[in-house]
């Protein structure tokens, strides 16, 4: 009888709170807003409006769910419908409110553990940015830069931008001193306030959802979320990560990081060089220029297995519009990376952690797999590390890049019915924030890299052999000999040399798979062309 009337009341104060929601929005529509700018009450209509769009969310959850056997393909439909209702609902509300909330929007979309429809309707945000006036950047340059006007130190100024995302856009400039091509970001004005309102409502809403449904527990994606967007608001810190990235990769030739004009550059403003490029899912673009998607993909893969394992200094932001291919470059093309704003240093200890984790699953070494698990804080759920990463069970067979079996994929699926929502929440809650951060980018890369028509290979070769590399550089600190850190040393050089063997053999496989892709699709494009020219000749007969 106790348990039923918490249960009740429970649900009676979400009611409650998604009715104070709908009425709260009603009184204050749009009509109402139009007569004030106030920072104040902006704030609370955008927190009315995700106030009621979480709980109403939730409550959908329950009560649509309510009485079905999990076990069933009844409640799996249900599940789906609810996860795509859902995931429309959240991205109204974040359009509505703009700001910092698209961002969230889009942090959400990037992270693979959520349902494919959240992932699939949220990503929309990636390009839905509409750009401020410009008399409202033009006060902020001013204000920043201590200037009078724009012509103290730009030759000219685009007041059109080249780009608009969640909290800033871009403008083409050139500068007085020299001509240099600059790209300009500016933040837009009042963000940081915005910033401060809508993070309090965010956790007051995942700590009142944890609270009132126990199983649906989000603070860590809000905490992580806070941690990015705090970092991502200070241009200064954004322009020393810059630094260190383009410091990282000055001497590879396949990476293009634009150098920074600190005469012009504030917390709220920053020059940079100007760098052309388009897109890197620019798939049309790629092929007028004659660039190899899978090349492309193979380098992307290479640059971003290189921050996590080697310089353990991570661009925590991967998404088309921060990566563009150049046509310059040694073998035909460059990635240029921009926007710095989420970067994440690892700490020592996960980054080799993390070394050991790929050394482990590229050599299907379940034991190690668990025993790494253990020291992340997961425990049992570490057995669905391939899973994640590798798209294979800890106990398959098969090899490398090649997913699992119809059996493997039948003794997954029966496996995960088994596991709740508290179990979800359970796993990544109890990650280090490292390791969420790796997740987060792992999934942009690999949504990526399926986009330039890559196969799985590409990218866990990639990270298998910079995860070995990752591991030679550790410094034995246990030991004061020369002799143990030589042999540590010689060891690893072994192990590297023995997987580079196979990763040649693996290659070797992927390249003949590409020749005979790319064979089938010239010979089906020969094909169609053959069949124009036979239909144009055979015309005029056929209609004489």
Known sequence: MVTRRRIFNKYLIAGVIAGAGVTFQTLTSNSFLSSTDSPFI?????????????????????????????????????????????????????????????KAGQFVAAIRQVPKEYSTTLSSLQDHAIPFLFESIKHVLVSNLGLNCLSEFFFSFDEVPVAAASIAQVHHAVLVKDRQEVAVKVQYPGLEYQMKFDLVTMSLLSKSVGWIFPGYRFQWLVTEFEKSIASELDFIAEAKNLERIRENFKDNTMVRVPNVFWDFTTRQVMTMEFCRGRKVDDLEFLKERGISEVKVAKTLAEVFAEMIFVHGFLHGDLHPGNILVSPEGKNGFSLVLLDFGICKQLNEDFRLKYCELWEALVVKDSAKIQEIGVYFGVGKYSRYFPVIFTGRTIDSKSALGEGMSVEERKNLKQELKSLKMEDISSFMESLPTDFLTVLRTDGLLRSLTSKLGAPLRVRLLAYAEYALYGLSLKADSKSDSAIEVVLFRFKIGLRYIQLRLVFGILGIVSWLENIKHLSTRRFKDFLASAGFVVRNLYRPLLTA
């Open 42 to 102: 902006n704030g609370v209509v955008r927190s009315s409006r995700a106030l009621f769009t979480i709980t109403s969310t939730v409550i959908d959850y329950k009560f649509s769910l309510y009485g079905l056997n999990p076990h069933t393909d009844d409640y799996r439909l249900t599940l789906s419908e609810l996860h795509l209702r859902s995931a429309k609902r959240i991205l109204a509300m974040c359009e509505a409110n703009k700001g910092i909330y698209i």
